[in-house]
């Protein structure tokens, strides 16, 4: 078995130093975030590269980009999901839990199609379909608030509050 490189072993830490950067050193940010579920009702989840947990697929909206433009970027990048219908709002959230600056609109996609292409991509760990009574343990409270909101009509409760 051949060891690690240098750049191997320190590429990880990188990654996650430039995220804390960018988390603490911006303004105010908005982001979308994807609730993909497919035929057989499982949700699809994605693993960082650069921090621990299961997510929902998303990420931030660049300037001069609308939400739909964004959604469907990062559905594609982490996921390489294409939204074959129309997504629906689920809502618009203060993400707390990374800042008080952060903002998230949370789609909820049914219609797509997933190309099984592999592709290399060194932001994503892991993905997947799951069941919603088979989540991974790890997945983060903020992703179980928004499919408890979904799926059980449970109210949002602390991590990401609901915009008034």
């Known amino acids: 078995m051949t060891r690690p490189t240098l750049r191997q072993r320190l590429e990880p830490t990188l990654r996650r130093v430039v995220h804390l950067y960018f988390r603490f050193a911006r303004g105010m940010t908005l982001g979308v975030r994807a609730v993909v579920v497919?035929?057989?009702n499982r949700v699809f989840l994605v693993r960082h590269t650069y921090v621990a947990g299961w997510y929902l697929p998303g990420g931030g909206v660049e300037v001069g980009q609308t939400f739909r433009e964004a959604l469907d970027m990062e559905l594609r990048e982490e996921g390489r999901i294409e939204i074959t219908g129309e997504p629906v709002l689920h809502g618009v959230f203060l993400n707390s839990h990374v800042s008080i600056r952060d903002h998230v609109v949370v789609y909820v996609v049914r219609d797509f199609h997933q190309d099984r292409m592999p592709e290399p991509n060194n932001e994503i760990a892991e993905t997947g379909f799951?069941?919603?009574?088979a989540l991974p343990d790890d997945t983060t409270e903020?992703?179980?608030q928004r499919l408890a909101e979904i799926f059980d009509g449970k109210p949002v409760i602390s991590t990401w509050r609901a915009k008034a």
């Open 130 to 133: 799951f069941t919603l009574d």
């Open 142 to 144: 903020g992703t179980r």
């Open 38 to 40: 497919d035929a057989d």
